[in-house]
């Protein structure tokens, strides 16, 4: 079975820098997707990036951007000039490409906070 | 453009009550339809999911139930509540397998 593991439950950054949050994952399939969702304090739960696995570049939104590393199973999202609307949660999530594999599976989560 | 609806927003009720979540979404056909659970400060729990109308998957044995009756509604209920029920609920939709997922607004419920 796929697992996702964010193993920093709390993160903090300065307004205006830069700050990476961790996310690792471990399956059996070569072909797959993830994803980092926001979920601010509203609780709606927002796409912020897709990588597909079997892309090399890493994926880009703005001022978010993610390492992919496929051989270490590592997909961190990189958060630039970070802004106080940023505060949120963030998951990762991860899917597979098989028909009969509809399902998202999620990691535990990190807390960002923004320092003024 | 795709939309989807959860109501209510805000839902209290007492143990043993009967529950309604309907969630909708617009603008699309044949999505694969899910519903989540989520206890404040923690992460996402799948209860259900449908890839099909009448098609549904239960994730976790519990007080729940859902129901596909149409194609773009997806029904979250129970015969009667239990204090664990309590939490904020998701409803989100996808095209299908590799897809990302859209959610809904959610709605909190608690059951006093």
């Known amino acids: 079975a796929q697992t996702v593991t964010q193993s920093q439950p709390e993160m903090s950054v300065q307004e205006a820098e830069t700050v990476t949050l961790s996310c690792t994952y471990d399956t059996s399939e070569s072909d797959y997707y993830l994803f980092w969702y926001k979920q601010p304090p509203s609780r709606q739960m927002i796409l912020v990036i897709r990588?597909?696995?079997?892309?090399?570049q890493n994926a880009t939104e703005n001022r978010f951007s993610v390492n992919f590393q496929k051989a270490a199973k590592s997909f961190s999202l990189k958060i630039s000039d970070s802004q106080l609307g940023d505060a949120a949660m963030y998951f990762c999530?991860?899917?597979?490409?098989?028909?009969?594999?509809?399902?998202?599976?999620f990691g535990t989560g990190t807390r960002l906070t923004i320092i003024p | 453009s795709q939309t989807i609806h959860q109501w209510p927003a805000t839902l209290v009720q007492p143990v043993g009550s009967p529950l309604s979540l309907e969630c909708t979404v617009e603008?699309?056909?044949?999505?694969?339809l899910y519903w989540y659970r989520q206890a404040a400060g923690r992460g996402l729990q799948l209860l259900f999911y449908s890839v099909g109308i009448g098609q549904i998957s239960s994730e976790v044995p519990q007080n729940l139930s859902a129901s596909r009756p149409q194609d773009r509604q997806f029904i979250l209920s129970s015969k009667k509540l239990l204090l664990s029920d309590s939490g904020f609920y998701l409803c989100?939709?996808?095209?299908?397998?590799?897809?990302?997922?859209?959610f809904g607004p959610g709605t909190r419920l608690t059951v006093t």
């Open positions: 990588q597909e696995a079997y892309k090399q």
């Open positions: 999530a991860y899917t597979g490409s098989n028909f009969g594999n509809e399902k998202l599976t």
């Open positions: 603008g699309t056909s044949n999505p694969n």
């Open positions: 989100a939709w996808s095209r299908g397998v590799s897809y990302e997922q859209y």
